[in-house]
């Protein structure tokens, strides 16, 4: 039977009044305004469907785009309404009559992959920009089986940090694979078997950095938050404080960065460099790339449009990648890392599902410590109390 619950949306008239009041000025932006609580009336649950009560969900960047319509008024192209949330962890509380994978009591993990092309690649993201995809930063959802993976509890992450990758980590995997691979069509193993790998702050960066140095390589984390850096040294990931540098505002910024990465690197520079933010760090990030380096990115945080000196790119053999979210093949297999290899930092505050407008208010603000998660129910299932 359809039901009715609380869930987060976002309207294109909320965004409008929001962007009226601070007059356009995005920094002055308050998400809490925007991203509100409705109620959404869920389908019935046909053959293929699960009906999953959320337990907890992440709090994703393509939130706050959407909140600040920055770069697509995603809320207006999908028709003035939409309910965000592409993260999320949940009990399977009803399966239809076709449902194979799972059963009542499963606990569940999505991915928002919501339209694969014939390679598997997202044409469109769940509860983004695929027309009629519900999200779920509610109380319940409908989900067909294919949108959702077993979630693996028994990897050694407590059930907040496994909350906290559902969208992260395949982005990740996806970015480390690709670069990877790139790099090594132009050197192989045999002839330069450990890279330099540099990231920029934020949670995809951080997950790509793990899969690096659990492969070997040499990591840096170029962040301006303390907390996170010293999480990341715990793994033996170089922590560069990215404020040192001014955050690249100028052009002396990136020599004083330039220099410091040919010292840490004994000359050799960054292999490869992932780049989720653009804007200034850019600019960085190839400032520091080694010859025949790849610069990936999944991400426009700062800015959408890049300019780049295309001759001297050709002549130093530097690639640059651009790659969106994992196919299902490869959401699986980032799953199967969790707790072996990705070890989130997350942010002190577990927010309540009330609060989770405030969650994205303080990622706006960028003054969380890790991977901010709420929890969405009070009550958790018995198999799972034990990961809290
Ligand atoms: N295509 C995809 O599938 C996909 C998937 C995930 C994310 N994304 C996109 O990638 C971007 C980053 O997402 P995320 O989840 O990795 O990040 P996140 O965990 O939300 O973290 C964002 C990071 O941005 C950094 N930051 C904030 N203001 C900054 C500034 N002025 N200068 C430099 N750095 C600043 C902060 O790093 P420090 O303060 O630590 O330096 C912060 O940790 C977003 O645009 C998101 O939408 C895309």
Request: hydrophobic residues 40%.
């Amino acid at each position: 039977m359809g039901s009715t619950v609380k869930a987060y949306a976002i309207t294109a008239d909320a965004v409008a009044a929001e962007r009226k009041r601070v007059n356009d000025d995005l920094e002055q932006v308050d998400i809490a305004k925007v991203v509100r609580l409705e109620d959404l009336d869920l389908r019935d649950v046909g053959p293929r469907d699960v009906r999953l009560r959320i337990l907890a969900v992440s709090a994703e960047h393509n939130i706050n785009h959407a909140a600040l319509a920055d770069t697509v008024n995603i809320a207006e192209a999908r028709g003035g309404r939409m309910f965000p949330g592409n993260s999320a962890l949940g009990e399977v509380v009803e399966v239809g009559t076709e449902v194979d994978k799972f059963k009542v009591g499963d606990i569940a993990i999505t991915h928002c992959n919501g339209d694969p092309d014939r390679f598997g690649f997202p044409l469109r993201i769940w509860a983004y920009d695929m027309p009629e995809s519900v999200g779920w930063y509610a109380e319940e959802a409908v989900v067909e089986e294919w949108q959702l993976l077993q979630a693996p509890l028994d990897c050694g992450l407590n059930l907040w940090e496994m909350a906290a990758l559902p969208l992260r980590a395949p982005t990740a995997y996806h970015m480390w694979r690709r670069a990877l691979g790139i790099f090594r069509v132009k050197v192989t193993r045999e002839q330069l078997a450990t890279v330099n790998v540099l990231g920029f702050g934020g949670g995809v960066s951080e997950l790509f950095l793990m899969l690096a140095k659990s492969e070997g390589h040499n990591a840096y984390f170029c962040s301006g938050s303390p907390e996170r850096r010293a999480a990341l040294e715990e793994m033996g990931i170089v922590g560069i404080d990215q404020k040192e540098y001014n955050r690249f505002a100028e052009r002396g910024d990136v020599s004083r960065f330039r220099n410091t990465v040919r010292d840490l690197t004994g000359g050799a520079d960054m292999h490869i460099v992932c780049d989720m933010l653009r804007g200034p760090v850019f600019g960085a990030g190839l400032a520091v790339a080694a010859r025949g380096g790849v610069n990936v990115s999944a991400g426009w945080q700062l800015s959408q449009v890049l300019e780049y000196n295309s001759a001297l790119l050709s002549v130093k053999q530097i690639t640059l990648d651009h790659t969106h979210y994992e196919t299902l093949p490869g959401c699986a297999a980032a799953t199967e890392l969790y707790g072996r290899v990705f070890k989130p930092t997350i942010h002190e505050e577990i927010y309540p599902f009330e609060d989770l407008g405030r969650a994205f208010e303080e990622m706006h603000r960028n003054t969380q410590t890790g991977i901010p998660i709420i929890r969405v129910a009070d009550e958790l299932p018995d198999s799972v109390k034990h990961l809290t």
